[in-house]
């Protein structure tokens, strides 16, 4: 079975830093695109940032500059290292993946979710 489950959330400044971990067990993070994800209150997940199969890594342009991504892959987990938050960045973060699974076809993960408070 594959799991995802993000560590690291927590509360920080203005100006602060985390790192989320997305730890993934029944699937190889080297062999997937594995993406991060937040959601407003009463919105949609929007995408934050993607790490591709290819190492090639994409980012929303609110977090640009700020926020980089990273894969251990001995310890087949995807990081998100958040630099200078500001209070926008407060939301639940999760990580996601899609593979194609044998007789399934396409199949979408994600993680239970980790949250992230930026306060003064």
């Known amino acids: 079975q594959i799991h995802l489950v993000e560590s690291g959330g927590g509360v920080a400044q203005p100006g602060g830093s985390l790192r989320l971990a997305c730890a993934a067990s029944?699937?190889?993070?080297?062999?997937?695109?594995v993406a991060w994800y937040r959601q407003g209150p009463g919105s949609e997940r929007i995408l934050v940032a993607r790490l591709n199969e290819d190492g090639s890594k994409e980012y929303v342009d609110s977090v640009k500059g700020r926020f980089i991504l990273s894969r251990d892959n001995a310890e087949n987990t995807v990081y998100l290292h958040m630099d200078d938050l500001n209070l926008e960045d407060t939301a639940p973060y999760y990580c996601g993946l899609v593979t194609v699974i044998p007789g399934l076809g396409e199949q979408a993960y994600w993680g239970q979710g980790t949250q992230v408070i930026v306060s003064s």
């Open positions: 029944g699937i190889r993070v080297s062999l997937n695109d």
